[in-house]
């Protein structure tokens, strides 16, 4: 079964700053790796994907991919308020897009 | 962008009643999931759905859990009898096409408190 884990479990950061999540997961045949953004309240909603080893660029976030270390890590440039919610990693499998999330980390960006 | 919407939002139920979560998915999309969210734990796949049949389920889809989308109006998910245990948060997802690259779409998710 796949295990995924989020690091740190909380993070808080200047406006401005950069946030850096990482996640580690268990199953090198894994496909692709989610960032979702989930706001008090509100369902998850996805950020970005990755599926290739490397980076990833899309505007403020960047994300990293070593399938050999089994680890991914997600960056926000110039965090801001609004950047505030809890983020899951989220790993799909071959079956029917199946997704096994991490437990979150939660960002507080502060002005 | 396209919406997943989940009614109702909180349902409070006695243990051992029914219960059904409704769900109204992305309009054109094909396959339907629900995950469950415990308190302060993480989200867990309970199951997915699709051309009227269950693809695959968890452990956490117990017996007392069905799935529906009659005609294609809402994709339902019915818990009978309910048990304490089943409190939790529940979310509807939808997506395009099933692969396993491709992006779900969440619902606000229904909070089900059972006493």
């Known amino acids: 079964q796949e295990k995924v884990q989020q690091s740190p479990e909380s993070l808080i950061v200047p406006e401005g700053a950069m946030s850096s999540l990482n996640c580690t997961f268990s199953?090198?045949?894994?496909?692709s790796i989610w960032w979702y953004q989930q706001h008090p309240g509100k369902g998850p909603e996805a950020l970005i994907?990755?599926?290739?080893?490397g980076n990833k660029k899309e505007g403020r976030l960047t994300v990293y991919l070593n399938r050999a270390s089994l680890h991914v890590s997600l960056h926000i440039r110039d965090s801001q308020p609004s950047d505030s919610a809890v983020y899951l990693c989220?790993?799909?499998?071959?079956?029917?897009?199946?997704?096994?999330f991490g437990a979150g980390t939660r960002l507080a960006v502060c002005p | 962008g396209p919406k997943v919407l989940q009614i109702p939002s909180h349902q409070i139920i006695d243990m051992g009643q029914m219960v059904t979560l409704n769900c109204d998915p992305v309009?054109?999309?094909?396959?339907f999931y629900w995950y469950k969210q415990i308190l302060g734990q993480q989200m867990e796949f309970l199951v997915n759905?699709?051309?009227?049949?269950?693809?695959?389920k968890s452990k956490l889809f117990k017996d007392q859990f069905s799935v529906e989308r009659p005609d294609g109006s809402y994709f339902t998910l019915k818990i009978q009898p309910t048990a304490l245990e089943d409190s939790a948060v529940y979310f509807c997802?939808?997506?395009?096409?099933?692969?396993?690259?491709?992006?779900?779409?969440f619902g606000h998710g229904t909070k089900l408190s059972v006493l």
């Open positions: 994907s990755i599926f290739s080893n």
């Open positions: 199953n090198s045949a894994s496909q």
């Open positions: 989220a790993v799909s499998m071959r079956s029917f897009n199946k997704l096994t």
């Open positions: 309009s054109n999309h094909l396959y």
């Open positions: 997802a939808s997506s395009l096409t099933g692969g396993a690259n491709e992006r779900l779409f």
């Open positions: 759905f699709y051309n009227g049949k269950v693809m695959e």
